[in-house]
């Protein structure tokens, strides 16, 4: 029965570590060390809790947030709702493949013709036939092949050879540093492992993979050990950046420190600093992050877009049966790849900011989920218990404000400066 029910949860929060996500980890290493690894400990909370709240509301309802949304808030309020998001999704579409033209210099320099302009049409081809020409059970097949190389990053965390007790002395000691830098690196970091389309998309692939009450203890260890599992990642990205990027600045000369602007940057790094094989090993999980958000992002999209609007969706269905769900989903691929390879697009731009962009919509779907989910007469007796609405809560209250900082910083650069 395990198996059978397992998928929703592990997918959904390995999709999590996105081009984005692996960009921002990143950052926070290069520029700051090990000093947010902390971060991840009430993260991975927080995580679980949402991520449960969505997979529960599925099972007992069997229907899809935004549909829940639009029936209990009115069509005015899922419209404008869902059009932020929509747009808010397209600019992450966008970064999934701005991670794909970020892994090219590296496979480039073993093959000559492997060029960004090659590699992003190619990528958004593959993700758009993968999706489309196969059932959900063959898709959920390839997505859990997907997640297995990310186990990449953890060989790269260790082929660093970080000093281990500087990184759990830092991951278990938080570690505050009121600059605008720290604060936009910390949403995104939120923004990034609590993504609000990932809330959609869970609860829709529960509701089409069709689990019910009687079945949900099972899903809930799925969901647990993807966000277990996705946050275990999250911190070896950030190990093999802080004890490469961050301890060479350390010690080197102005004149010789390395920049990070995104992912593929550190990747090039990595090879002088810590072998051939660590940069490898970075590039691929990369591109394989890239590739595989870039699939189930836009896919999210259309799901919650259609359940709000009563347009038929799913990959079980024919071009003909669900056509406005094929479409949009072909529309958030061609946009998104397209806006990459246009001359002079700002990689690290896009990637960064629709991260940040998620921290700061991440309160409003997280309200929305709190009231439904605390509604007796849509959840009976499955609604939240104190403990998961306390967690809940303060996720609402510490995103909300680290937001305004952040947003006040923008206006005031004085402030925290």
């Known amino acids: 029965m395990f198996l059978s029910v397992i998928g929703p949860g592990i997918i959904t929060a390995n999709a999590d570590n996105d081009v984005g996500g692996i960009t921002v980890y990143s950052l926070a290493g290069a520029q700051f060390g090990y000093s947010l690894l902390w971060l991840l400990i009430p993260v991975t909370v927080a995580l679980v809790v949402v991520q449960e709240m969505c997979a529960r509301m599925g099972a007992v309802t069997g229907k899809g947030l935004a549909d829940l949304i639009r029936e209990n808030f009115g069509v005015r ?3 404008w709702v869902l059009l932020v998001f929509v747009l808010a999704d397209l600019l992450n579409t966008a970064s999934e493949f701005a991670g794909v033209a970020a892994a090219a210099p590296i496979f480039q320099a073993s093959v000559h013709w492997l060029s960004k302009y090659v590699l992003v049409p190619a990528a958004a081809i593959f993700v758009f036939s993968v999706v489309t020409r196969a ?12 997640c297995f190389v990310y186990l990449s990053y953890v060989v790269s965390g260790f082929i660093v050879r970080p000093d281990w ?12 540093t009121p600059s605008k830098a720290y604060l936009l690196t910390a949403i995104g970091v939120i923004g990034t492992t609590i993504s609000p389309w990932m809330q959609f998309y869970i609860q829709s692939a529960i509701v089409e993979k069709g689990i019910k009450t009687h079945d949900y203890k099972f899903s809930r260890i799925d969901v647990v050990a993807g966000a277990i599992f996705t946050d275990v990642i999250a911190f ?3 190990v093999a950046s802080a004890a490469t990027i961050f301890v060479h600045n350390a010690h080197a000369g102005p004149q010789h ?3 990070v602007n995104d992912a593929g940057t550190l990747a090039l790094a990595l090879g002088p600093l810590a072998g051939k094989y660590a940069a490898l090993l970075f590039a691929i999980g990369l591109l394989n992050a890239a590739i595989f958000t870039a699939s189930i992002l836009p896919l999210s999209t259309a799901y919650y877009v259609c359940e709000a609007f009563g347009f038929e969706s799913g990959v079980d269905k024919r071009f003909g049966e669900a056509p406005f769900f094929y479409g949009l989903y072909a529309a958030l691929i ?4 397209a806006a990459v390879v246009l001359p002079g697009a700002p990689l690290l731009g ?3 900011w629709s991260q940040v962009l998620n921290g700061a919509l991440l309160p409003v779907v997280l309200l929305l989920m709190l009231l439904l989910i605390n509604n007796r007469s849509l959840m009976g007796p499955y609604t939240n218990g104190v403990l998961f609405n306390v967690i809940a809560w303060a996720t609402v209250v510490i995103v909300g404000a680290l937001t305004l900082v952040s947003t ?3 206006f005031f650069p004085s402030l925290g400066s």
């Open 334 to 337: 061609a946009i998104g790849a």
């Open 135 to 146: 059932n959900y059970r063959v898709v959920e097949k390839i997505f859990f092949a997907f």
């Open 350 to 352: 896009i990637i960064f």
């Open 165 to 176: 007790h500087a990184v759990m002395t830092q991951f278990v000691w938080p570690h505050f």
């Open 257 to 259: 420190h390395i920049t």
């Open 77 to 79: 309020v899922a419209f």
């Open 408 to 410: 006040l910083q923008l």
């Open 236 to 238: 070896f990205i950030i």
